[in-house]
C-alpha cells in the first residue's frame, strides 16, 4: 500500500523513538526506588544535595543520566524530523588529606538511533544536532565510548590563604571562580556570565575537559584572584574524549564580591588568551581559496569586565541589574583580529509568596564582519564555550548576532522550577554568516559551521518552556520543549518556517 521506501523510513523513526524512550527510562529501572537531584549547572530546584559514599577518607560518586530528545528541524529547503536518546554514567574517587587531594573520574557517553539523515545534502552541516552528533562520530546510529574525564592533584593552602592548586585534567568554565553567597547573585554569576568564552559543554554529556594548571586563591572574605593556562580536550560530541587538541587557552580573572547590609553584588575583571594551532579549514566569511590559503595559526585575546548587582526596593521586591562586556584582539591566521560584545539584563523578583516569580530581560549583542575583502577579521569569537547555556535553542551562538530576551522564572514550591524564555534572534551584520557550533572538539574539523545568510539580517524568534521536578534529593526529572520560526536569513521561504525542540531527562547522582 505504502512505498517500500516511505515503509523504511517509517519504521526507522519508530526505531529511534523506541531507543530515545528506552534510555530515558533505563535510569529509572536501575535505581528505583532511589532518590535524585537536577543537574548542577541549572538553577537549583531544591535545597537537598545527593550525598557520596565515604569509604574511610575515599570518597565515591556518581551520575546516571539518560535523555529522550525530539527534533523537527530545517536549514534552507532541507528539513528533517527525528528523535535519538543518550546516556551518560560517570563515576569518581577522590580523597582529601589536609592540604593534599586527588582525583580521578571516569565518563562514559552512550547514543542510540542517531539520525543519518539530519545533514543537508551535500555538506556536513547538521540539522540539529542528532547530524552534529552523527558526522563527529563516524556516521554512525549507535555510539558509545569511555575515557578520563578528570584525574588531578590538588594542594590547598599552599600560600597560607584559602587557595587551591590543581595540575592535571580537570573540567573549567569562566566566570565561576568564586561562588557569591547571596542566592540570587550566584544564580546570576552561574547562568548568565559563567561559560561565555570557555565552558565544560556539560549539556552533550560528552563535555570538554582541560590538561594543565589551575590556581585560585581566596584573599580575605571577598577577594579571588584565578590562573589557569591548559590544552583543551577533544569531545562535546564525539564520544570520545580522551585525547588531546592543538588548543591552548590562558586564564585570568580578579573577582571582588562588595556586600552590604542591603545589598549584595559582584565584579570581575578577566583576561583570556586562545591558541588554536590546528591545521583546519577555518570557518569564516571569506571566499573558499582564501581560507584554503590560510594555514597560520589563530592568536587571541579577549579582555573584559563583568558587574552584577541584586538590591531590594522597599515592597517592590528586589531588582538585580548585570553587565558584561569583551574586547578581542589578535591574529585570525593572516587576518588581524578586532572583535568586541556585550550584554546588559535586568530582573525583578517581586514579593509575590507561592509562585516566587523571577522576571528578566536582556539585549546582547556580538560584532560581525562587514567586509570580508578587508585585512581585519571582526567576528566577535567564542573560542570554548557551552553552547546550551545562553541559547537553549541552539541553532545560533554569540557570534554576529543580537539576541533581544525575556525570562520567566517561576518557582511553586522547593522541589519544582518552571522556566520560560522568548526571543527575538538578529544578525549584526548582513555580511556576515550565521554561525552554528559550539567550538573546537576534534583535530579534523574548525568546530563551527557558517551558513549564508540569504542578505538577511532577522535569524528567528523562538520561545520555550522547561520544568523541573526534584523527586528526592537524588533523583530529578526535567522537560524542555522549544518552538522556532525561523525568518529571512535562515530560510527564503515568504512566511518562514517553523521548527522545534523537545526533550525528558532523567538524572540520579550519589
Given at each position: 500500500m505504502f512505498p517500500a521506501e516511505y515503509r523504511k523510513k517509517v519504521s526507522r523513526g519508530w526505531r529511534r523513538l523506541a531507543c530515545a524512550v528506552l534510555v530515558l527510562f533505563s535510569p529509572l529501572w536501575l535505581t528505583s526506588p532511589a532518590n535524585a537531584q537536577a543537574p548542577e549547572n541549572e538553577p537549583s530546584i531544591s535545597s537537598a544535595q545527593a550525598k557520596p559514599i565515604?569509604?574511610?577518607?575515599?570518597?565515591?560518586?556518581?551520575?546516571?543520566?539518560?535523555?529522550?530528545?525530539?527534533?523537527?528541524?530545517?536549514?534552507?529547503?532541507?528539513?528533517?524530523?527525528?528523535?535519538?536518546?543518550?546516556?551518560?554514567?560517570?563515576?569518581?574517587?577522590?580523597?582529601?588529606?589536609?592540604?593534599?587531594?586527588?582525583?580521578?573520574?571516569l565518563a562514559q557517553p552512550a547514543f542510540y538511533g542517531l539520525p543519518d539523515d539530519a545533514l543537508v545534502p551535500g555538506t556536513a552541516i547538521p540539522l540539529g544536532l542528532g547530524g552534529a552528533y552523527f558526522s563527529a562520530n563516524g556516521n554512525r546510529e549507535n555510539v558509545a565510548g569511555i575515557f578520563v574525564k578528570q584525574a588531578f592533584l590538588s594542594i590547598r593552602g599552599i600560600d597560607n590563604n584559602h587557595s587551591t592548586l590543581r595540575l592535571g585534567r580537570f573540567e573549567f568554565s569562566d566566570g565561576e571562580e568564586r561562588a557569591p553567597s547571596a542566592p540570587d547573585l550566584a544564580w546570576l554569576t552561574g547562568q548568565r556570565v559563567a561559560h561565555r568564552l570557555i565552558g565544560d559543554a556539560y549539556w552533550t554529556d560528552i563535555g570538554r575537559s582541560f590538561d594543565g594548571v589551575d590556581f585560585s586563591s581566596d584573599i580575605g572574605a571577598?577577594?579571588?584572584?584565578?590562573?589557569?593556562?591548559?590544552?583543551?580536550?577533544?569531545?562535546?560530541?564525539?564520544?570520545?574524549?580522551m585525547g588531546e587538541m592543538d588548543v591552548d587557552i590562558i586564564y585570568s580573572a580578579f573577582t571582588r564580591e562588595f556586600p552590604t547590609p542591603h545589598t549584595d553584588s559582584q565584579l570581575r575583571i578577566f583576561a583570556f588568551g586562545y591558541h588554536d594551532g590546528r591545521k583546519v579549514l577555518k570557518v569564516d566569511s571569506r571566499a573558499l581559496a582564501a581560507r584554503e590559503a590560510d594555514t597560520r595559526n589563530i592568536r587571541i585575546g579577549t579582555f573584559g569586565?563583568?558587574?552584577?548587582?541584586?538590591?531590594?526596593?522597599?515592597?517592590?521586591?528586589?531588582?538585580d541589574l548585570l553587565v558584561w562586556g569583551a574586547q578581542q584582539i589578535g591574529q585570525w591566521g593572516r587576518l588581524s583580529h578586532r572583535a568586541n560584545s556585550g550584554t546588559v539584563e535586568m530582573g525583578w523578583r517581586p514579593p509575590i509568596p507561592w509562585i516566587h516569580p523571577w522576571l528578566r530581560a536582556g539585549a546582547l549583542f556580538a560584532s560581525g564582519d562587514g567586509n570580508q575583502n578587508d585585512s581585519t577579521h571582526a567576528t566577535f569569537f567564542q573560542p570554548l564555550p557551552t553552547e546550551q547555556q545562553y541559547a537553549r535553542l541552539p541553532f545560533y551562538t554569540l557570534q554576529n548576532s543580537e539576541d533581544y530576551t525575556g525570562q520567566v522564572i517561576v518557582r511553586p514550591t522547593a522541589k519544582w522550577q518552571l522556566r520560560s524564555e522568548v526571543h527575538k534572534v538578529k544578525l549584526h551584520s548582513a555580511n556576515d554568516l550565521w554561525y552554528l557550533g559550539t567550538g573546537a572538539f576534534q583535530n579534523t574539523s574548525f568546530g563551527y559551521d557558517a551558513l549564508?545568510?540569504?542578505?538577511?539580517?532577522?535569524?528567528?524568534?523562538?520561545?520555550?518552556?522547561?520544568?523541573?521536578?526534584?523527586?528526592?534529593?537524588?533523583?530529578?526529572?526535567?522537560?524542555?520543549?522549544?518552538?522556532?520560526?525561523?525568518?529571512?536569513?535562515?530560510?527564503?521561504?515568504?512566511?518562514?518556517?517553523k521548527g522545534g525542540f523537545t526533550y525528558l531527562e532523567v538524572a540520579y547522582r550519589f
Open positions: 565515604r569509604i574511610g577518607s575515599l570518597i565515591l560518586d556518581a551520575e546516571l543520566l539518560g535523555r529522550g530528545q525530539g527534533w523537527s528541524w530545517f536549514v534552507g529547503d532541507s528539513r528533517a524530523r527525528y528523535g535519538f536518546g543518550n546516556s551518560l554514567f560517570r563515576v569518581g574517587l577522590s580523597q582529601q588529606k589536609n592540604k593534599f587531594g586527588w582525583r580521578i573520574e571577598d577577594t579571588n584572584l584565578t590562573f589557569m593556562t591548559g590544552r583543551a580536550t577533544r569531545g562535546v560530541w564525539q564520544t570520545d574524549g569586565v563583568n558587574y552584577a548587582i541584586v538590591t531590594p526596593i522597599w515592597r517592590l521586591g528586589k531588582w549564508p545568510d540569504n542578505g538577511h539580517r532577522g535569524l528567528g524568534n523562538y520561545v520555550d518552556f522547561s520544568v523541573d521536578y526534584q523527586v528526592t534529593s537524588k533523583l530529578g526529572l526535567r522537560y524542555y520543549i522549544g518552538v522556532l520560526s525561523g525568518k529571512g536569513a535562515e530560510t527564503k521561504l515568504p512566511h518562514g518556517r
